[in-house]
């Protein structure tokens, strides 16, 4: 079973709760406030939560994220997260501007095997 965790508790991330997941459960939420995450959290019956996003990254029991996020923080978390190690879903667009991502630093992000963390969809 995959455990995904989500980084936000924007209207565009309530959809995500509407469709079946198979082989995956959503294990927990972050918001930039804790008891956002907490109501979130509890309206959608998701056992964990967090108050920071990087909280939830250090989460060694989350497998992947999915990021519904302002579009000019897509990179830099998809970024953060694959870092963290873990499989990332983010809306489109990667990043605002061409070359916003990490192809405009000429490097990959640096994970134990970034190879397929990372996810355009």
Sequence with gaps: MIRIG??????IARPFFAAPLHHAVIAAIASRDLHRAAAFAKEFGIPGHYGTY????ADPTIDAVYL???PSLHAVWAIR????????????????????????????????????KFCRC
Aim: no cysteine.
């Design 81 to 116: 997260a694959a870092r963290a190690g873990k499989h990332v879903l983010v809306e489109k667009p990667a990043a605002p501007v061409l070359g916003g991502g990490w192809a405009a630093k000429r490097r990959p992000p640096k994970a134990g095997s970034a190879a397929g």
């Design 6 to 11: 989500i980084l936000g508790t924007a209207a």
């Design 54 to 57: 990087d909280d939830l990254l």
């Design 68 to 70: 519904p996020l302002p």
